[in-house]
């Protein structure tokens, strides 16, 4: 009967393990994954939106600003035809 004590209290303190494993452990991971993700995604975002902005203005010095839109939208368009074109029909339902 006086190793019913000490397994008891193994008892307990594995299932404790466990389930903090199951519930803090991850929780855990997942908010450091996120807060490492978000401000990534932002500073990506950011950096394309300045790429164009450069791309525009340095485009719309020789040629103008409405040219300047005019070839960046062609290359959006030329972009999307490219991706039309390599689309599976098979997947069309």
């Keep these: 009967m006086e190793n019913f004590a000490t397994r008891f209290a193994d ?49 719309a010095i020789p040629l103008g600003s409405a040219a300047a839109f005019a070839i960046i939208a062609g290359l959006f368009a030329i972009g999307a035809a490219f991706l039309w ?3 599976d029909p098979q997947e069309e339902t």
């Design 85 to 87: 074109s390599k689309r």
């Design 11 to 59: 008892l307990l303190e594995s299932t404790a393990i466990k389930a903090r494993a199951m519930t803090v452990d991850r929780a855990s991971n997942a908010i450091r994954i996120v807060t490492l993700v978000f401000p990534t995604i932002v500073f990506a975002l950011l950096a394309i939106v300045f790429l164009f902005m450069t791309i525009h203005k340095a485009l």
